[in-house]
């Protein structure tokens, strides 16, 4: 298995940082190709701008125009293109960040921004009467799998479906399904630790031993069962969910994840 771990957190003495450096000893001393993209350590420029597109960037700049033709001409930045090199390499993605103010640090935002052009993670395939493009289950990262590893600072409780900050599920809804299975990576269930800003150095090996057996059984472990889209569950184009489709009283985000 080849792995990448997309790192985002400017503490390498972090918990965050431990948990990275456990999974690059683990993954290797079981046989496995680690890479790792230190976003902090890396310096990740974290904001898109013409100067990702080379001099052919037009005026005034067009993201979605101009990512397209900068990835299909070979101009995009080279940090951007050793990025996607990398996700091309990899079998499985592991994201490694803390939760900040609902999602993912910016700098973490910034990487999939740069990274996931048009052409190379959307806006591909076939757009039809029958087939709205290759997303949502195909495209250019198809055949690979991801898993985020997340911390919180509050505890479980406030995570659950009553919790106040909302189910975690929902609140990983737009990485797992709006950025990672969009261009067709099979998304793994996540590991969250909760509560992580009240953890003693005694809570650690427990942690660690938690965290090791989660990577070591990343290829057999059951993806998040989310629908395809152009696999009969959507009306094209409009891609609302046939009815009939829904589970007994599932709403919202639930709605594209299969019984």
């Given at each position: ?8 957190h ?16 683990t ?20 904001v ?7 001099p ?19 101009t995009l930045t080279p ?6 090199e990398?996700?091309?390499?990899a ?9 900040w ?7 973490l935002k910034?990487?999939?921004?740069r990274v996931?052009?048009?052409?190379f ?11 709205y ?13 991801a ?9 479980q409780?406030h ?13 990983l809804f737009?990485?797992?399904?709006g ?13 969250v630790?909760?509560?992580t ?5 005694e809570?650690?090996?427990d942690?660690?031993?938690?965290w090791?057996q ?10 998040i069962?989310?629908?395809?889209q152009?696999?009969?569950?959507y ?10 489709l829904?589970p007994?009283g ?10």
């Amino acid at each position: 298995m080849k792995t990448l771990i997309v790192y985002a957190h400017p503490e390498p003495k972090s918990l965050n940082g431990s948990l990275k450096d456990l999974a690059v000893s683990t993954l290797e001393n079981a046989g496995h190709e680690v890479r790792v993209s230190d976003l902090y350590a890396m310096n990740w420029k974290a904001v898109v701008d013409a100067a990702d597109y080379g001099p052919s960037a037009s005026t005034p700049l067009k993201v979605t125009r101009d990512s397209g033709r900068a990835f299909d001409t070979g101009t995009l930045t080279p940090d951007v293109v050793a990025e996607q090199e990398k996700l091309l390499w990899a079998d499985t993605v592991i994201f490694q960040f803390p939760l900040w103010w609902y999602s993912m640090p910016a700098i973490l935002k910034g990487w999939v921004d740069r990274v996931f052009t048009f052409h190379f993670a959307y806006g591909v395939g076939e757009h039809s009467d029958t087939k709205y493009g290759e997303r949502f289950g195909e495209g250019t990262l198809a055949g690979r799998r991801a898993l985020l590893s997340v911390t919180t600072g509050g505890p479980q409780p406030h995570y659950a479906p009553r919790g106040i900050n909302g189910p975690i599920d929902d609140l990983l809804f737009p990485i797992h399904h709006g950025i990672l299975y969009y261009p067709g990576i099979e998304v793994l269930p996540p590991f969250v630790l909760y509560g992580t800003d009240r953890m003693t150095d005694e809570d650690y090996p427990d942690i660690a031993k938690a965290w090791k057996q989660r990577l070591l059984t990343l290829e057999s472990t059951e993806p998040i069962p989310f629908r395809r889209q152009n696999f009969g569950d959507y009306e094209i184009p409009s891609l609302n969910l046939k009815e009939g489709l829904e589970p007994a009283g599932r709403t919202g985000f639930g709605l594209h994840v299969r019984a």
